[in-house]
């Protein structure tokens, strides 16, 4: 069963959500996309997922059916894991296995850090806790910048084809068909929405979280793909700052490792919260508005 509706209002923003599965008691699955996607880049896993345990996906701002705030107002870290724990309370949730991929990653990192009492387990897919030295910062606010006024002046179809040429997704052109899948649903998009998100939620603006890692209470997956070495390392580096952090290469995967074997993802996904604990939630676990 799926349901579709305007989860929450914050007081800049509102919070589409999607959800799959019978409402029942446990903590259920929320995911969060990276940059340029939607909650329907979580769809295939979610089916997998629904049977057993509750899912929901959001539209981050500036994405999919959430708008960003207002034309140039910045809207950060902060203020998105606000917009997070606003849709939880609102929705009677007290704790969610959350899930972010990318930049959904980060933003679930940055929330699991600031209201861990919020959060049963954590899965970062293809995640970083941020720049390792503020000396990179400079460069990488420049590069995003760079992207966020291609968004705002370049046609959607150039920049698209430029996004999709970096090597990080060197491991989707050996699939075209869901290459051409991703490329569709994106075209969808609002450039001006990205390009905010680009600027307020961009590597560049991520407070550094590599210090606090050792502050992670919730049981912690970090998932990469093996065929996306940047994110292996990382993945690794992660493990060595907190040890209590489980890992798993997924083989034949890039960056997007979801998209790339939703099936074997899935797998990954349930064997984590049965090895980890039942995550049981004594509120209404998928609840309704309040």
């Known amino acids: 069963m799926r349901r579709d509706k305007m989860a929450c209002m914050s007081p800049t923003v509102k919070l589409f959500s999607r959800s799959w599965g019978a409402e029942r008691n446990g903590a259920p699955v929320l995911f969060l996309h990276g940059f340029w996607g939607d909650n329907r880049d979580w769809e295939p896993i979610a089916k997998h997922m629904a049977p057993e345990r509750p899912c929901l996906a959001l539209d981050l701002p500036g994405h999919g059916r959430t708008p960003w705030p207002a034309a140039g107002d910045a809207h950060g870290f902060p203020d998105v894991a606000a917009d997070l724990a606003r849709f939880l309370e609102d929705r009677g949730i007290a ?89 569709a649903r994106r075209r969808e998009a609002n450039p001006a929405g990205l390009a905010m998100a680009m600027r307020c939620l961009g590597a560049g603006a991520q407070p550094a979280l590599w210090d606090r890692l050792p502050e992670l209470s919730p049981p912690t997956l970090a998932i990469a793909g093996r065929d996306d070495p940047k994110y292996v390392d990382i993945v690794e580096a992660m493990a060595e700052i907190q040890p209590r952090l489980h890992t798993r290469i997924m083989e034949g995967c890039g960056h997007n490792a979801h998209a790339e074997d939703p099936v074997g993802y899935a797998r990954v996904l349930r064997e984590f919260i049965i090895n980890t604990g039942d995550f049981r939630d004594e509120s209404d676990s998928m609840g309704t508005n309040r």
């Open 95 to 183: 704790k969610v296995i959350l899930v972010g991929y990318s930049m959904g990653g980060r933003i679930a990192l940055y929330f699991a850090l600031e209201h861990p009492q919020r959060v049963a387990a954590l899965v970062l897919e293809s995640a970083s806790p941020g720049l390792r030295s503020e000396a990179e910062r400079p460069a990488r606010r420049a590069w995003e910048a760079e992207w966020a006024q291609a968004l705002e002046s370049d046609p959607i179809d150039a920049v698209l084809e430029r996004w999709y040429d970096q090597a990080l997704f060197a491991s989707l052109r050996r699939n075209p068909t869901l290459l051409a899948g991703m490329k």
